[in-house]
């Protein structure tokens, strides 16, 4: 039982590359999110997936797009990457009624 | 949405002190808080939480009390040991399929040995 994957762990990027986060849980949970962590701010939480077949925007969604593939996958794309988006990376999943889940994090520097 | 608010930012005790962390929330709906605690580089990890249901719980030298009039709930840390050093969130949530996390800005906490 892994929990919460992610990959990859550390992606340097060139301004306006494109790469996608990938993500799967191994608990049989309905929702997953994908949050960025940057200094002082918290957690912020960009898409997330209620249950398979749905996505909606959190709070900072521009410039990224997800797609839920099944219950245990949810992937993270930055199309054209920007300096602003160098970031931590946190996937995590949530069954009902329960507390979230995170992956270990991935960090991207976008130069 | 929900607005959760996070205080102070940053906290230094002496070891064996306590440290207190506070919240609060705005949507009276909101009715579960858990508190994670974030080791340098680490993922966050839950380490209590509180349904609306409960005023206190505790666990060990931790505990979480929460004022739902006033919408503020609380982690406190006694007897403080150096392993405690580490970023401390809280959030606010509506228990239920597909339900947004909403965090606090963390709480940098160091025990000074």
């Known amino acids: 039982n892994a929990g919460v994957t992610q990959t990859p762990k550390f992606q340097v990027l060139k301004t306006g590359q494109s790469m996608t986060l990938q993500c799967a849980q191994d608990m049989n949970h309905n929702s997953m999110y994908w949050y960025r962590q940057d200094p002082g701010m918290g957690l912020r939480l960009i898409y997330y997936?209620?249950?398979?077949?749905?996505?909606d925007k959190g709070e900072v969604p521009n410039g990224y797009n997800v797609s839920r593939l099944n219950k245990r996958e949810f992937s993270l794309r930055l199309e054209s990457a920007a300096p602003s988006q160098t970031s931590v990376y946190f996937c995590?999943?949530?069954?009902?009624?329960?507390?979230?889940?995170f992956g270990e994090g991935s960090w991207l520097t976008v130069v | 949405g929900e607005n959760v608010e996070q205080h102070p930012s940053t906290l230094s005790v002496q070891e064996g002190d306590s440290a207190v962390i506070k919240c609060t929330y705005s949507?009276?709906?909101?009715?579960?808080f858990p508190w994670y605690k974030q080791e340098l580089g680490k993922r966050p990890q839950l380490i209590i939480d509180?349904?609306?249901?409960?005023g206190e719980k505790k666990d060990q030298r931790i505990a979480v009390t929460l004022n739902k009039t006033a919408k503020h709930f609380s982690l406190h840390i006694t007897e403080t040991q150096p392993e405690d050093s580490a970023v401390y969130f809280c959030?606010?949530?509506?228990?239920?399929?597909?339900?947004?996390?909403?965090f606090g800005t963390g709480t940098s906490l160091t025990v000074i040995p």
């Open positions: 509180i349904r609306s249901n409960v």
């Open positions: 959030a606010a949530s509506i228990i239920g399929k597909g339900n947004q996390f909403y």
């Open positions: 995590a999943s949530r069954h009902s009624g329960n507390t979230i889940y």
């Open positions: 949507d009276s709906a909101s009715n579960y």
């Open positions: 997936s209620a249950s398979e077949g749905t996505t």
